[in-house]
């Protein structure tokens, strides 16, 4: 994970590794292995290394260099837990060749109706790379495993703000190594159950929302829904566009005639007019566009980055932002449905790399992560620190 200097020669914190839904996938995987019948926190780390691993086979290999690695005080104790726990362990993995590796059979994972966490081949990579990430941060690498397993699931239920609230099935043995997250710098402060995560290891935040933000999300898609269908269908004629133009901001004035008038894009009448007076439409997303979007982002690993700097060349230009099908169209990503872009737009301003002014289109610019690593508008620039 690499790091970038802001133009004030601070170093901006690297982008989150999980987007929210993959973060909803790593909670998944830890409320399965604290609700397993498993007695020592040995046991529920090595647990939730296996179960990720087994997360689409229903096998998760381990060698013994593999479980060496962990630095578990009994390994063998935890061995036979998941064995009691009814996973089939092969008796090689303690004791027999250290690079052998040993296909433990997870039977909640098998494919098929049942799967306890149905991932696609992305997000397991996405989530297994977070858990290791997660448990080799500087602040908690050599700490036990009680300290390496509350850093998943405090890392896990961390908002994008970096804040957090203790969820309920943290395990009991996690809460003494607290203090030790707190002394390391893995949390930056805690108040009773709630936190915040220290600032170098802000990246492992799994995006948590919490039930009344997401109700929150569903009644604004609802909102628009029914903006959508209670406007007017016909389309904007001269003269409804000049007299909603007559009715707006001056900033808003400046921006629509700057679309409007723009000699590079050269919209037609109907594309802008209809864009700026009509509620916009809501992009659905469906499983099939998340399933995509998570093959999507592996082939495109820097996709924040170049998206805010874009937006950055495109404004200069135009003078105004991208449309979402112009940012994707402009960056060469090709052959994708309307739901994909608006899944990959979307995650991009939830990651902070690009943000917009809805409901106003045409309005992509960068966004807070962006900002930390440089990435600004040129008027931005004589601003103090850069930002």
């Known amino acids: 994970m690499t790091t970038a200097s802001t133009g004030d020669g601070a170093v901006a914190p690297p982008p989150f590794l999980l987007t929210p839904h993959q973060g909803e996938s790593a909670r998944a995987l830890l409320s399965y292995v604290a609700a397993l019948p498993l007695q020592s926190v040995d046991a529920q780390l090595l647990a939730a ?24 005080e009994d390994p063998v104790g ?17 004791g027999g060749d250290p690079d052998k590796p040993a296909g433990i059979l997870v039977p909640d994972m098998a494919p098929g109706p049942g799967h306890v966490l149905p991932l ?19 602040p908690v690498r050599k700490g036990s495993s009680a300290v390496r397993l509350a850093a998943l699931f405090l890392a896990a239920h961390c908002s994008a703000e970096l804040v957090g609230h203790a969820p309920a099935d943290l395990p009991v043995a996690c809460y003494p190594a607290v203090p030790v997250l707190l002394e390391k710098g893995f949390l930056a402060e805690v108040t009773g159950k709630s936190y915040r995560l220290g600032p170098a290891v802000g990246h492992l935040a799994g995006l948590f929302r919490t039930p009344e933000e997401i109700a929150a999300l569903a009644r604004e898609a609802e909102e628009r829904r029914a903006a959508r269908e209670a406007a007017v269908s016909a389309e904007a004629t001269p003269e409804s566009w000049a007299e909603w133009k007559a009715d707006v901001s001056p900033a808003l004035l400046r921006h629509v005639e700057a679309v409007e008038t723009c000699r590079l894009c050269r919209l037609a009448f109907p594309r802008f007019a209809n864009a700026f007076m009509s509620p916009p439409t ?42 979402y099908g112009q940012l994707c169209k402009g960056l060469g990503w090709k052959k994708l449905s309307r739901e994909l872009r608006g899944v990959i737009v979307r995650t991009l301003i939830e990651e902070g790399w690009l943000t917009s002014t809805p409901p106003v289109p045409w309005t ?18 004589t601003r103090p620190g850069g930002r």
Request: aromatic letters at 4%; one cysteine or more.
């Open 364 to 381: 992509l610019r960068p966004g807070r992560t962006a900002h930390a690593q440089g990435i600004v508008l040129p008027g931005q620039m």
């Open 282 to 323: 809501p992009l659905p997303m469906p499983r099939s566009a998340l399933d995509a979007y998570e093959t999507w982002r592996t082939g495109h690993p820097d996709c924040g980055r170049e998206a805010a700097q874009f937006t950055v060349a495109f404004r200069t230009g135009h003078g105004h932002g991208p449309s």
């Open 120 to 138: 696609g081949k992305d997000a397991r990579s996405r989530v297994s790379g977070w858990c290791l990430r997660t448990r080799l941060a500087k």
């Open 78 to 94: 935890a061995v036979a837990e998941l064995t009691a726990a009814g996973w089939e362990v092969p008796a090689h993995l303690v």
């Open 49 to 72: 290394v296996v179960a990720i691993r087994a997360a689409r086979t229903g096998v998760g290999n381990l060698t013994g260099t593999d479980l060496r690695s962990l630095r578990l």
